[in-house]
């Protein structure tokens, strides 16, 4: 089947990048198409923490922030493995949100607006042909005049594309596993904590509705020595934390099973494929230690939309385009995902992390400065 309709804009992913940027798009009077493989609402494998520099963005959106009764978090806690603790004040600060009720809501309104939503629906290849792009998907073929990819962090447009992160040797930041559970817990609403483990780390949040975010990230390898075992592998290693152990043992789950992800990749990634602009995490994805992931992906469409309008009103060329989306996108985020790298090296080797934290702990101006790299300004 084909359609006898080109949009303006073509979105595969429907995340929070992807539906960001159809909302602003559809508002600005742009036909959208968005493909999304999943159906809404849908849990994702995510820290559920977003930083207060995205609050008024996300209500221009129209997302009714300030009417959710959502938790405001203002004070951060990590733990090393041998239970070593510092806590500070966040200075900007965040709130909790889960995905599954942001995702939804954003997708309502994006529907609202006219942008079509195609869900349950995998895009298989996107061709770049005079000046026109063909998204090829188990729906037929779409055609644009913009194509832009917000699949997430890993998907089987990077395999047919033979991204160089996925090609490459597997390197110390390109080969980890997320776990996330919502838990029933008694938990500061103002808190997120990020307690620490061998060969990985766990952050914990408040969200809505009384629920806590409780999600972790840890190696392929751990897993594997393990058997395979979630179960066996946080009895044996995240429980060697005694915060986490606490945690681990007092908490309800909320739902059966975990939700996971695998062969999460930390490794730079370009940001524009055959013309395809490249959002959210698809674009460049920041540890999760450094609790920024969802502002990114929220900011990073709004740079997206600010590149591709005048491209669409025939006031840049395709090159220019390209060329402003790619300056811009460096100059917002390339020192945070520098930082987040660097960072993400102290937490790993159990003995060395115990050592960041007992070197950090007389010295909170340098913790508030390491997070205040990893933080932007207001958008």
Not at 112 to 125: N, S, Y
Not at 157 to 185: A, M, S
Request: aromatic share 10%; with cysteine.
């Amino acid at each position: 089947m084909a359609y006898n309709v080109t949009y303006d804009i073509a979105i595969v992913g429907g995340g929070l990048a992807g539906l960001a940027l159809s909302i602003q798009s559809a508002k600005a009077g742009f036909k959208v198409i968005l493909f999304e493989k999943e159906q809404y609402p849908f849990h994702k494998v995510c820290g559920e923490y977003i930083s207060l520099e995205s609050w008024d963005f996300i209500e221009s959106l129209g997302v009714p922030l300030s009417k959710m009764q959502l938790p405001i978090v203002n004070k951060l806690m990590v733990t090393a493995p041998n239970g070593n603790s510092i806590e500070q004040p966040l200075d900007l600060g965040g709130f909790g949100i889960s995905r599954h009720q942001l995702d939804h809501t954003l997708y309502q309104l994006a529907k609202d607006l006219g942008v079509r939503i195609e869900t349950g629906v995998k895009v298989d290849d996107i061709h770049f042909e005079n000046a026109l792009f063909s998204i090829h998907s188990s729906l037929g073929i779409v055609q644009s005049r913009v194509a832009v990819g917000s699949f997430g962090k890993r998907s089987n447009l990077d395999v047919k594309w033979k991204r160089p992160f996925i090609l490459g040797k597997q390197k110390q930041l390109d080969n980890f596993i997320g776990v996330k559970y919502h838990i029933d817990i008694d938990w500061p609403k103002d808190l997120i904590a990020l307690h620490n483990f061998k060969d990985g780390y766990c952050g914990i949040s408040a969200i809505e509705a009384g629920k806590t975010c409780l999600c972790y990230l840890t190696t392929a390898y751990n897993l594997k020595t393990h058997g395979g075992s979630i179960a066996f592998m946080e009895e044996a290693v995240l429980k060697a934390n005694p915060y986490l152990k606490s945690i681990l043992e007092k908490a309800i789950h909320l739902y059966e099973a975990p939700v996971t992800i695998a062969q999460i990749s930390f490794e730079r990634k370009s940001l524009i494929e055959n013309h395809v602009l490249l959002v959210g995490d698809a674009g460049g994805m920041i540890t999760p230690l450094c609790g920024n992931g969802m502002s990114m992906a929220l900011h990073g469409s709004k740079l997206a939309f600010e590149a591709i309008a005048p491209f669409l009103r025939n006031e840049l060329s395709r090159v220019a385009m390209e060329q402003h989306y790619a300056r811009v996108w460096n100059k917002t985020f390339a020192q945070r995902l520098t930082v987040g790298r660097w960072v993400q090296r102290f937490f790993g080797k159990t003995w060395m992390t115990n050592a960041f934290i007992a070197a950090l702990k007389p010295f909170p101006f340098l913790v508030r400065a390491i997070v205040k790299q990893t933080h932007g300004e207001g958008y």
